[in-house]
């Protein structure tokens, strides 16, 4: 069978205050074609199909339409919920996805069996898939519990419960003449982030051992960072990424959907397949006199600015470079010897003394700041 694994499509994203919403359509468009273009039997989506739990109705509609066209490509089509997903109303759309034939699963269910899906190629190649939305800490305990699996006990970790929950969709991975497949959101230890996943789902508590996934199973598809990449484990484990680049931090990234061929008999092959519609992201950095110089990269772009911090200088640089969306003085710049150790006595001294020492310490010496604050503080206390 084929497969085409693809996840965090994060549709609704807004960029330092610009709206992704044509970049999201041209790069749906793009999955889609991969998918009319490769006539996978299965289409998998891995969680985060939704930049935030509460999404617009463009987004909604941009979301639906697209889980359709890829349904229509003749593909089953597996979506799960991610950490910024809204579990609930992604449930909420079960009836419509049923009908469509879409199978939806945005939260952990009271039946496992829920969470199992099985399924048969049009040649004929027999299929089982365990799907597991993302799992919250407090909402991992409560999926023990309604599986009613060993008490949760409070000195266990996160990865504990992630490994009994599949452990129980996973049990059924024994026949020999079925390919066994798992899809799920969540932080592999020793996976390399992206760049621009939510921090507080990817460290510490939240990462698990890619010893979670059992050994029979065929291929494990992954959601939540946003670099594709394989993860070594027990089976073949592997992260499609996102297809566009999400925020800076993912600037190198190359974003991409992945294809996947096995059968029962034999080891996945695995490639990954480009998806070029969404603007880069690019980094530049330099004095105005430099940045005016550069050959502007038709991408949106952070600025690091070489020049001491005053009035009106972000908007000179936007008006050198309109596709300018985070301008920032250079760290280098400000991390000037012997600024840490500018510390000021605070006792006894005005607003006014504390912001004009605060100013002083990041270098920025244009008075007419100095002058606005004053005239704000003075508003503000009478």
């Given at each position: 069978m084929k497969i085409l694994h693809t996840s965090d499509w994060h549709v609704g994203k807004v960029l330092k205050g610009q709206s992704r919403a044509e970049e999201h359509k041209a790069v749906?468009?793009?999955?889609?074609?991969?998918?009319?273009?490769?006539?996978?039997?299965?289409?998998?989506?891995?969680?985060?199909?939704?930049?935030?739990?509460?999404?617009?109705?463009?987004?909604?509609?941009?979301?639906?339409?697209?889980?359709?066209?890829?349904r229509r490509t003749g593909a089953d089509v597996v979506a799960i919920g991610g950490n910024h997903d809204n579990g609930p109303a992604l449930d909420a759309l079960r009836p419509w996805a049923e009908a469509a034939g879409i199978t939806l699963r945005g939260g952990v269910r009271e039946?496992?069996?829920?969470?199992?899906?099985?399924?048969?190629?049009?040649?004929?190649?027999?299929?089982?898939?365990a799907a597991l939305p993302f799992l919250s800490q407090r909402y991992a305990v409560r999926a023990l519990e309604m599986y009613e699996l060993t008490a949760a006990e409070t000195n266990q970790t996160y990865a504990d419960h992630l490994g009994r929950v599949l452990g129980r969709l996973t049990e059924g991975f024994t026949e020999p003449d079925r390919v066994h497949l798992v899809t799920a959101h969540l932080t592999?230890?020793?996976?390399?982030t992206g760049g621009g996943e939510r921090d507080a789902h990817t460290v510490l508590g939240y990462a698990v051992p890619a010893t979670v996934f059992p050994a029979t199973a065929h291929y494990v598809?992954?959601?939540?960072?946003?670099?594709?990449?394989?993860?070594?484990?027990?089976?073949?484990?592997?992260?499609?990424?996102?297809?566009?680049?999400?925020?800076?931090g993912e600037q190198e990234n190359v974003?991409?959907?992945?294809?996947?061929?096995?059968?029962?008999?034999?080891?996945?092959?695995?490639?990954?397949?480009?998806?070029?519609?969404?603007?880069a992201l690019r980094t530049v950095r330099g004095?105005?006199?430099?940045?005016?110089?550069?050959?502007?990269?038709?991408?949106?772009?952070?600025?690091?600015?070489?020049?001491?911090?005053?009035?009106?200088?972000?908007?000179?640089?936007?008006?050198?470079?309109?596709?300018?969306?985070?301008?920032?003085?250079?760290?280098?710049?400000?991390?000037?010897?012997?600024?840490?150790?500018?510390?000021?006595?605070?006792?006894?001294?005005s607003p006014r003394e504390l912001f004009a020492d605060y100013l002083d310490s990041r270098g920025h010496a244009d008075e007419g700041v100095q002058e606005l604050f004053d005239e704000l503080f003075e508003e503000v206390e009478h």
């Open positions: 749906l468009a793009g999955v889609i074609d991969i998918a009319r273009a490769e006539q996978p039997d299965l289409v998998i989506v891995a969680g985060d199909l939704y930049d935030t739990a509460a999404p617009t109705s463009e987004a909604t509609r941009l979301v639906t339409r697209a889980l359709t066209a890829l039946n496992p069996d829920e969470h199992v899906i099985d399924g048969t190629t049009a040649g004929g190649e027999r299929w089982r898939l592999v230890t020793g996976a390399s598809a992954l959601g939540h960072l946003h670099r594709a990449q394989r993860v070594i484990g027990p089976c073949p484990v592997r992260y499609s990424g996102s297809p566009l680049a999400v925020d800076f974003p991409s959907v992945t294809i996947v061929e096995v059968t029962a008999s034999t080891a996945a092959r695995v490639r990954e397949v480009p998806v070029t519609a969404a603007s004095t105005l006199a430099q940045l005016a110089e550069i050959e502007a990269p038709d991408a949106w772009l952070r600025v690091y600015v070489r020049e001491q911090p005053r009035a009106g200088l972000r908007e000179e640089v936007q008006e050198l470079l309109p596709r300018a969306l985070e301008i920032r003085i250079d760290p280098e710049l400000l991390a000037a010897p012997g600024s840490g150790a500018r510390i000021a006595q605070r006792s006894g001294r």
